[in-house]
């Protein structure tokens, strides 16, 4: 099960990561070399539906599979599209599984299409991004088009679907040249703890259509499919788009919480069907479509259950209502259905498949939790999986064409296959090495010995001496974070994804083989529930002590701590250390122990806008990690808040933070990750602190956040992860693990290289650790763990300790905490792009010493004559008065916080800056405020235009008219193409209060407080 990732309005440049081929082609070997560990496969991984183990357990599984399209022209050749981890391809039955498509810019494969009538070889279109809606489905650059088997690719659509996410791909093969249909939604970068943020624009979202073969893409105007009343003036996702082969003017096309609709003449103009619409909208939907019959399954608008199955017999004109497969279990869990109460996920794992040796259109598969069949058109349904042999979170179906109603199946645990005739199982995972790793945990001394925490398939173990390059699930399901205890390797812990019921934890006292979680996992939750915690993110972090045997730290909305390895726990302060929302949404996402002090220790809080006061990240520091509540300490540890030290390099509201680093040698040295596009959030990718977190400076190379950066820099890329070499004791070399894999710093993050080595491919990692020996393990979203074998002396601890010494470090005072500003409703001016976009060349080099070349100009179709039937040809919408440049204009902040203003006193002023960083003039044509904010009279040099690389400031006034978070913008319109630009504004208004006496400051001093 994952983590649904719900939507936040994110303004996103289009113009991004074009500098990563060339910072990538200057790779080199630099003496050092990564190796691949494994998973292939995952063995003994249990399938457990709705909880419940059936059947034995698998032999092999993998990553989670998203797309599979099998071969008509040549027997058991397949292809397999993963999650984060590319594009695999199976010569025929007894081949073994090669990826094909490393040297593109990224990996993760939201959906494939196999064109079988081109020669010699079908052409294969690849939708990349993949369109599953949690935190961790991962943007994508584009379609990619390849007519010689994967051995070169064309990308198209570089501007359009640029950190999209395709969710579904048809290609009407009448048309010469082919005729294409996305449906594209959004998709996120995401981090070892799950702390999602959105990168795609909103004018992205929805249906594109190209009659050209991709080289022109064109949308449609707002409304042609319904409003979207989530996002006034953005179009909705959509969830899947379907051409019927037998009548391929028929497109199909689901819309994320408005309908399912229907073009009769190939894309010019479509209409809503007449399916029950639920009063709350549709969610997310699937359609199949066979010689005039079509069926959509209708998920519910919160994710989770279903809403309905219907059929058409007559191309979509009138439907009839089947029913939602479901399946009962033992353990009294129900699987899918149309009960919010049933183990379901609508908008996770969805996928509708007909089976084309049934002319009749009568045989229908669907995918949700369970795998089902029904051979009446959904009037009843077979669970395929009652004694196991899959996995659960179905993805892809497609039906083997040399074995009637036998099909492959893609799920969370990989691809399987069932043969219809055997009514049986097989895995084929052997040699798909796509495992998706959230954290790694090596052995503090021994590298052949590793845990890693896999989403989706538990928690496994790789032994070197024993395994080769299998690992061996060793507790399941869902794994978070795992690791050994530095001080006795002999014990180890993880975590599991939240439930319901709350965080669970595992402890393990025999190096990792077997588990136990229910006493403490009870003793965990009961810990919780006596401080009032509001719930641990999805995927929980820990943190073991490096010099105090047994004490391990575990974070939700405080931490928590255990002095005797996970048996029992209490609150180690009394503090809420996040944004403050109301459950695991802002949860502590790190926990940073300095392995030089194990007193002093960071904390991190994600941001989130999934909750209904979004909420800014925030970085927390104590002097006395190692105290806990109790009775001489009844509020615990102090923990102070540094994240307005941030400010005004980094607007925590405004981007996501992904880690803390610690240097080993200096715990007031210490390394901020920072996720989202700098083109975007007009934010760096890696912050560094000498003082312990008072002060802060960038270390991404980038200190004036260029687009593009330098050379020397960074790519604008995000940064999930920074590790700091133990290997040198000067603190300056330093890795950092982003969506694209790894970079490597000497100087202390001055200048960056890439450090993949021709070996990781353009894979996200999510972790890197190092153990003692020097050894750095990388574990990837996608395509498991890479160790690169180490030198360095042992990381510096402080001498073991049986019993902690309770510091109590005075609070400083109070810093005002950056707050969001609730969404403002815009309305820009839509405009479809029909225009031709250039092939982005950002292919990383998968060899070390060679450069980066153009992206091949394949064919993807044969050459004819013939004129494509009834293009796509969207209204345009008039071109408004000024003509649009293509102006980039940065807001100096973007957040604008006025702190503490006592009501009835005098205004407060703060300035804000607008930069042209363009080569064009910019016309300045109004500007609106909202709130209890005004310009200050005379306080603008902002004129009527603003020239190429020059700023002008605004004067803004508040004055609150009551007492709290006072929230407003500034808009300022333009003609750039992204006018309105937005700065956001807030305020706090204070009531005058009477001094407090003496008496009551000193009892607070008394407390240990100043």
């Not at 073994?96 to 959906?111: K, Q």
């Not at 040249?177 to 998709?187: H, L």
Request: with cysteine.
């Amino acid at each position: 099960m994952r983590s649904p990732l719900f939507l936040s309005a994110r303004s996103i440049l289009s113009s991004i990561l074009l500098a990563i081929a060339i910072v990538l082609a200057a790779e080199t070997a630099q003496g050092a070399a990564w190796t691949f560990i494994g998973p292939e496969p995952v063995a003994s991984e249990v399938a457990q539906f709705g909880g419940m183990a059936l059947g034995p357990a698998l032999p092999d599984a993998s990553g989670r599979v998203t797309a599979i399209v099998s071969d008509p022209t040549s027997s058991g050749r397949l292809f397999v599209g993963t999650a984060a981890g590319g594009l695999w391809m199976r010569a025929d039955a007894t081949s073994s599984f090669e990826p094909i498509f490393d040297a593109e810019p990224t990996l993760s494969i939201g959906s494939i299409f196999l064109d079988p009538t081109t020669t010699p070889y079908p052409t294969l279109y690849v939708g990349t991004g993949e369109g599953d809606g949690s935190n961790d489905s991962y943007y994508g650059e584009g379609v990619f088009v390849s007519s010689d088997l994967g051995a070169t690719w064309t990308q198209l659509g570089a501007d359009q679907f640029a950190d999209a996410s395709i969710g579904g791909i048809a290609v009407n093969t009448t048309t010469s040249p082919r005729t294409i249909f996305t449906a594209v939604t959004y998709g996120s970068s995401s981090s070892r703890a799950q702390a999602g943020w959105i990168e795609t624009q909103w004018d992205q979202m929805g249906i594109w259509g190209s009659t050209d073969g991709g080289v022109s893409w064109k949308t449609y105007p707002l409304g042609t499919f319904g409003t979207c009343y989530y996002f006034a003036n953005q179009p909705c996702p959509a969830t899947a788009v379907a051409i019927d082969p037998a009548l391929p003017s028929n497109v199909y096309a689901a819309i994320q919480w408005t309908g399912v609709f229907r073009s009769t003449d190939s894309g010019v103009t479509w209409s809503e069907l007449p399916i029950p619409q639920p009063s709350g909208g549709i969610g997310r939907a699937s359609i199949a479509a066979q010689n005039g019959t079509v069926y959509a399954m209708i998920g519910a608008a919160d994710g989770v259950e279903y809403d309905g199955f219907y059929k058409s017999t007559d191309g979509g004109d009138s439907w009839t209502a089947e029913t939602v497969p479901s399946a009962a279990l033992q353990s009294g869990a129900t699987l899918d259905g149309i009960s919010s109460a049933d183990d379901s996920q609508s908008q996770f794992d969805q996928v509708l498949a007909l089976d084309p040796a049934d002319s009749l259109a009568d045989t229908v598969l669907f995918g949700g939790v369970g795998i089902y069949r029904s051979v009446d058109s959904g009037e009843d349904w077979t669970f395929l999986a009652p004694s196991g042999g899959t996995y659960p979170y179905q993805h892809a179906i497609a039906f083997d064409p040399s074995n009637p109603h036998s099909f492959y199946l893609g799920n969370d645990g990989g691809v399987f296959y069932f043969d219809s005739n055997a009514a049986s199982w097989s895995g084929l995972n052997a040699s798909l090495g796509a495992a998706d790793v959230q954290s790694v945990g090596p052995h503090p001394t021994d590298s052949s010995i590793v845990l890693g925490a896999l989403a989706d398939n538990g928690t496994a173990l790789y032994s070197a001496e024993s395994s080769s390059l299998s690992w061996t699930q060793v507790d399941g399901p869902d794994g978070g974070m795992a690791l050994f205890n530095p001080l006795n390797p002999t014990v180890a812990y993880h975590t599991f994804a939240t439930t319901d019921a709350g965080p669970e934890i595992a402890v393990s006292s025999d190096g990792g083989e077997s588990w136990i979680a229910d006493a403490p996992t009870s003793a965990l939750r009961s810990a919780l529930a006596a401080n009032d915690d509001a719930g641990a993110a999805f995927l929980p972090p820990l943190a073991a002590d490096p010099a105090t045997q047994g004490r391990v730290y575990f974070g939700a909305h405080s931490i928590y701590v255990s002095s005797d390895s996970g048996s029992s726990w209490t609150a180690e302060t009394s503090q809420d250390l996040t944004g403050g929302c109301n459950s695991g949404e802002c949860a502590i996402e790190d926990i940073e122990i300095a392995p030089s002090d194990d007193t002093k220790a960071y904390a991190l809080a994600m941001e989130t806008n999934t909750t209904t006061v979004p909420t800014p990240f925030r970085l927390m520091t104590t002097s006395d990690a190692n105290v806990e509540v109790d009775a001489s300490y009844p509020e615990g540890a102090t923990w102070h808040d540094v994240t307005a030290n941030l400010y005004p390099l980094v607007l925590p509201a405004d981007t996501q933070a992904t880690g803390v680093a610690i240097d080993p040698y200096d715990y007031e040295t210490a390394y901020l990750s920072v996720s989202g596009f700098t083109a975007a959030t007009e934010i760096g990718h890696v912050f560094v602190t000498h003082d312990f977190g008072v002060t802060w400076s960038q270390a991404d190379g980038n200190p004036d956040n260029e687009i593009p950066p330098p050379a020397n820099a960074l790519p604008d890329i995000p940064v999930l992860r920074i590790l700091v070499d133990s290997g040198d004791s000067t603190g300056n070399t330093l890795l950092a693990a982003t969506d694209i894999g790894v970079f490597q710093s000497t100087d202390g993050g001055a200048d960056w290289t890439a450090y993949n080595l021709g070996v990781i491919p353009a894979v996200p990692v999510f972790d890197l650790e190092q153990n003692q020996s020097g050894s750095i393990f990388a574990a990837t979203f996608g395509r498991g763990v890479f160790e690169i074998a180490g030198t360095a002396s042992a990381t510096p601890t402080p001498s073991p300790s049986a019993t902690p010494t309770n510091t109590i470090q005075a609070t400083p005072s109070e810093t005002p905490t950056i707050s969001p500003t609730p969404s403002v409703s815009l309305t820009p001016t839509f405009t479809p792009s029909p225009t031709p976009s250039p092939t982005r060349t950002i292919t990383p080099t998968p060899s070390p010493t060679a450069t980066v070349s153009p992206t091949p100009t394949a064919t993807a179709t044969p050459t004819a004559t013939a004129t494509p039937a009834d293009p796509p040809t969207p209204t345009e919408t008039p071109t408004p008065l000024p003509t649009p440049v293509d102006a980039a204009i940065a807001r100096q902040p973007q957040n604008l916080n006025f702190g503490n203003v006592f009501l009835g006193a005098a205004p407060k002023i703060r300035t804000a800056k607008i930069v042209n960083q363009s080569k064009f003039t910019v016309t300045l044509e109004s500007v609106a405020i909202s709130g209890d904010y005004a310009l200050a009279p005379g306080g603008s040099n902002c004129g009527a235009i603003l020239g190429p690389h020059q700023r002008c400031s605004y004067a803004i006034l508040f004055s609150p008219t009551a007492a709290g978070h006072r929230y407003g913008s500034m808009l300022i319109y333009d003609n750039g193409k992204k006018s309105p630009q937005q700065i956001r504004l807030v305020g706090t208004g204070k009531i005058a209060k009477a001094k407090k006496q003496k008496k009551a400051i000193v009892a607070a001093t008394s407390r240990g407080y100043r």
